[in-house]
């Protein structure tokens, strides 16, 4: 089973709105917390990446929360552009560990 | 700047097929990972390596293998496709723990 869980699946929002998408996990071992944004036709690319350490990291318009003792992460597009319009995965790992645990994704559509 | 290449953008396949995916990355990177991607399950991780001609099986490794014979070259095989193999493959590599580079992927269909 997958070890993040990702929601919502899909979300449309108008531009200048505020994307949310939320991450779930249950591995306490966990101790980084990425990002991705795909593109069609591309591959996914590191988007913002936080850790534990800290409860809140903001690039630009985009911000990650982090609840340590709910387990729980989330990603904010905030000031939402057509150009925002991608598929975001979230993600885990462990402490000196070199695999990724991904999101089932969130595919987000920005209306003009 | 950063790439990692893979050979097929897409690729069709009959049952029982033996099938190769490569990649190629240009960074001098430790570790290359392969997943796949499939709607509403994000991606899983198949096998990666962390130094040539080493491999670790990832979360769904069965019906799969791979070889890494070059520090630049991580290949993918399956041995004997199925149409279950029917998904989107990602290639990745990476010098640190942490960010990942993404190939652009391939699709590969099984008849």
């Known amino acids: 089973q997958q070890q993040v869980k990702q929601s919502p699946q899909s979300l449309i929002v108008q531009k200048g709105g505020i994307s949310i998408i939320n991450c779930a996990y249950e591995n306490t071992a966990f101790d980084y917390f990425p990002w991705y944004q795909q593109f069609p036709g591309k591959g996914p690319a590191l988007l913002i990446a936080i850790r534990p350490d800290v409860s809140e990291k903001k690039e630009g318009r985009f911000t990650i929360s982090f609840n340590k003792s709910a387990k729980q992460f989330s990603l904010h597009i905030m000031d939402s552009q057509p150009g925002d319009s991608a598929t975001y995965f979230c993600a885990a790992s462990g402490k000196d560990d070199y695999k990724l645990s991904f999101g089932a994704g969130t595919t987000v559509t920005v209306r003009a | 700047d950063v790439k990692v290449t893979q050979s097929s953008r897409y690729l069709v396949k009959r049952t029982g097929e033996k099938v190769f995916l490569e990649c190629v990355q240009d960074?001098?990177?430790?570790?290359m990972f392969w997943y796949r991607q499939d709607p509403g399950l994000g991606l899983r991780l198949i096998y990666f390596s962390y130094d040539v001609k080493m491999k670790e099986k990832g979360d769904i490794p069965e019906g799969y293998s791979v070889s890494r014979e070059k520090k630049e070259r991580f290949s993918l095989i399956l041995e004997s496709a199925s149409t279950n193999q029917t998904s989107m493959y990602l290639c990745?590599?990476?010098?640190?723990?942490?960010?990942?580079?993404f190939g652009p992927g391939t699709r590969l269909t099984v008849t």
């Open positions: 960074m001098d990177h430790e570790n």
């Open positions: 990745a590599s990476s010098l640190s723990l942490y960010e990942q580079y």
